[in-house]
């Protein structure tokens, strides 16, 4: 007996579009097909899309340490009501994690209070590379992947010293994800920048050349150590070219919505509202960005979810903290780029869950098929909807996409067979999300 049973879904894989059944079991995926009645509950899915929920490789959900940004309960609804089924939680929360213990605190905070299934990524230090190589070997850890900043951002996780940066790449064998701005090159334009600073300086003094320095290093310490690295929202045309030109087995490389939404132009209206680590860049990244998505010369699309209040952000330019956030808009955004046909369904169903679930090994996710978790987005094209403060479920209470006309939100989300969404509805907001690893 199936527990759930989708009739005639259009399923949306990387390589095509079928129309099936999907029978929902234990929380799994048992049957694709023309499958046979028996089940508890039947919904008629035609002229709708089933896409695999989206695993968010990059969110910032502030707990522990700033709960009135964002908690892992208002975080993870986000995620839910945006399509994002799974989410990889960052480090630099307060206190960073960074070990063991500061691991075991966050994934506690994470089983009392997630809706959608998550993993954690630990923090890289100067002097802790040998920790996290031994952490890598204790499977009860949820970590899916290391996490070093070789520029300062949000927090206190910096590593600048090469040979720092070379021993956590010599140590270990987790794919490193990379926040690159060169810590130099940005003392540097700071140091170069005279006068008063508003949000439209934000690029001068966090400059491209910070980047690509940064991933011209990373490329070559993956190289020389077969470690494989995984670069962070990426901004810039040049550091497509250079991911391009790499080993693909070896250097993945994700582009946050943001940053081919958006642009620098947009700061005039936007201000510290689009201050963000690493900045908005010119409109011709954006079209660069946009087309390589559309080539899947880009491995995931992540969000780098980053909340801060309304208060924070109205600071003056100095004092207003980097960071924005993205997990409800995502998917709508993905999806605006197949209205104008820069994207397939197909190749969303790649960027935003098939290969990132496979770059850090979250193997029951990011597919549809059967043995996979049933986390499942039920869509249907339709008129745009304009996106209003109300709705939204993050705890900081804003978007820099108020306003703006997006696809419709999803019609339904199940994790792991559980109906979450409805008519772009939280539904149920019970914390029953679980480790993405070590269920393999």
Same mark, same amino acid.
């Given at each position: ?168 790449? =010599? &140590? $270990? !064998? @987790?794919?490193?994800?990379?926040? +690159? ?8 334009? %700071?140091? #170069? ?98 087309? =390589? &998505? $559309? !080539? @899947?010369?880009?491995?995931?699309? +992540? ?8 208060? %924070?952000? #109205? ?102 067979? @559980? ?16 480790? #993405?690893?070590?269920?393999?």
């Amino acid at each position: 007996m199936h527990d759930v049973v989708l009739r005639d879904a259009r399923i949306v894989r990387p390589e095509g579009i079928v129309a099936a059944d999907v029978a929902i079991a234990g929380g799994g995926i048992a049957e694709i097909g023309d499958v046979c009645s028996g089940s508890a509950e039947e919904l008629d899915c035609r002229g709708a899309f089933l896409l695999p929920g989206l695993v968010d490789l990059h969110v910032h959900l502030r707990e522990p340490g700033a709960p009135w940004k964002e908690t892992w309960r208002t975080g993870t609804g986000a995620a839910a009501v945006g399509g994002v089924t799974t989410v990889c939680d960052m480090p630099n929360s307060q206190p960073a994690t960074v070990d063991a213990t500061s691991v075991r605190l966050k994934a506690d905070l994470a089983r009392a209070g997630a809706i959608v299934d998550w993993a954690l990524f630990v923090g890289a230090t100067r002097d802790n590379a040998e920790d996290l190589a031994r952490l890598e070997e204790d499977a009860t850890l949820p970590i899916c992947g290391v996490k070093l900043f070789v520029g300062a951002s949000t927090g206190t996780l910096l590593v600048r010293e090469q040979a720092a940066i070379a021993r956590h790449f =010599a &140590l $270990g !064998r @987790r794919r490193i994800a990379l926040h +690159a701005e060169a810590e130099d090159r940005l003392e540097e334009a %700071e140091r #170069a920048h005279a006068g008063p600073s508003t949000a439209r300086d934000h690029g001068a003094l966090r400059p491209r050349e910070a980047a690509t320095e940064a991933v011209a290093l990373a490329i070559s310490l993956a190289e020389r150590h077969e470690r494989p690295v995984h670069v962070c929202h990426a901004s810039t045309a040049e550091e497509l070219a250079m991911v391009r030109s790499a080993r693909r087995d070896l250097v993945s490389v994700e582009v946050a919505p943001h940053h081919f939404a958006l642009c620098d132009e947009d700061l005039a209206w936007l201000g510290n509202l689009g201050r963000v680590n690493p900045p908005l860049r010119s409109r011709r990244d954006t079209e660069v960005l946009r087309d =390589a &998505l $559309g !080539r @899947r010369e880009v491995d995931a699309v +992540a969000t780098d979810h980053a909340p801060h209040t309304l208060v %924070e952000k #109205a600071a003056p330019y100095r004092r207003a903290p980097s960071g924005l956030p993205g997990l409800e808009t995502s998917l709508r955004l993905l999806l605006r780029e197949v209205d104008t046909r820069r994207l397939r369904l197909e190749d969303v169903a790649w960027l935003g869950a098939e290969r990132p679930a496979a770059l850090f090994g979250l193997t029951r996710k990011g597919r549809i098929a059967t043995g996979s978790d049933a986390d499942l987005v039920l869509w249907r094209p339709g008129p745009a909807v304009v996106l209003r403060r109300e709705v939204l479920q993050t705890r900081c209470g804003w978007s820099p996409y108020e306003g703006w006309a997006l696809p419709p939100p999803p019609l339904a989300v199940w994790v792991r067979g @559980r109906l979450v969404v409805r008519e772009g509805r939280l539904v149920d907001a019970t914390p029953r999300g679980l480790p #993405a690893t070590g269920r393999c």
